[in-house]
């Protein structure tokens, strides 16, 4: 039996790394009878072993742990360089130092590993597809296996390496885009549409903040719905004050590399305006780059500085406790899709 279909409510909690992922958000998701899911990027091995720990002592109910996988491709280190010296200038105005634009892999193999010898219900995977060897060794555990796509042909893909289920992820998303390459541009809807006959299950995400969208990606075949802004606001998440009051204004939102040299959608600022045009592709070599600057705005409360993820529909998302959140956007789609429903009884 798979893990979606154990759910009580079609919400998966999206793992948002960074900090909004912790432990008493993933806990208070899954308790309400949605998924939720811890985000392994940007932390050490020992760190997602005791966010495992924490969530186990916490609840029996299923989670996820979602993974980075390494970008292998190149760099152009002469645009990087050019990129720092023009960010020096605002580092030196909040006295601090850029961080080396180094590479990595994030720690990658040992985070597999971990899972491997401690398995955990489902492990997702973005900015591109896992190996055949990890889906199997996954599975060979009992782990199931997500992948997530932002385009037609990564469905197909996936679905031949052996994944239990498909994250279809939409422009629309908040944060990094998950698949690689990243400059895929698919609305959540036709490529939800797109991949519909896969032969796996679905699960939507991006721009989904309320029930009506559940109900809509419900509708046209997912089988959940992965929020992730939705969940910015919730005294669990670990989201900065900062980040909250972004996603609670009206403020529009775009794609860019500035703050990390991969494409992810934040709540449009001065830095973002400044450094869009110019940033260069880089992952997470431009992150490692920044990460002091986008620091010292969050200590400082700089809202036109720091990075401020969130998807397209953030201010609908709501200062309520998560498991509020689950069970209403649960019930609110019940209700439309109810609607909707009685709505088609009158086409002639």
Partial sequence: MSVLSTLRCPVVAAPMAGGPSTPALVTAVSAAGGLGFLAAGMIGVDRLVADVAEVRASSDRPFGVNLFLPDAGTVDEAAIRAYADRLAPEARRRAVTLGEPSGGDD?????????????????????????????????ERGTEVWATVTRPAAVT?????????????????????????????????????????????????????DGAAVAAVLA???????????????????????????????????????????????????????????????????????????AAARRDEDASTANLWAGQAHPLARDVPAGQVVAEVTASARAVLAAAAERSTRWG
């Fill in 157 to 209: 893909a996936a679905v031949e390496l052996g994944v239990d289920a498909v994250v279809v992820q939409g422009v629309e998303a908040g944060g990094h885009r998950g698949g690689l390459p990243d400059d895929d541009d698919y609305g959540l809807l036709p490529l939800l549409r797109l991949a519909a006959e896969c032969g796996r299950p679905l699960v939507a995400a991006g721009g989904i903040t």
């Fill in 220 to 294: 046209a075949g997912a089988a959940a719905a992965q929020l992730g802004t939705a969940f910015l606001r919730c005294p669990e998440a670990g989201s900065s004050s900062l980040h909250r009051a972004a996603v609670a204004s009206g403020a529009p939102t775009a794609l860019t590399r500035a703050y990390t040299g991969k494409r992810a959608r934040a709540v449009v600022n001065d830095f973002l305006l400044r450094h869009d045009a110019v940033a260069p592709a880089g992952y997470p070599q431009v992150l490692h780059l920044t990460r002091p600057l986008l």
């Fill in 107 to 139: 720690g990658y193999p040992d985070k597999l590993a971990a899972l491997l010898a401690d398995p955990v219900p489902v492990v997702s995977f973005v900015f591109g597809l896992p190996d055949r060897a990890a889906v199997a060794a996954l599975r």
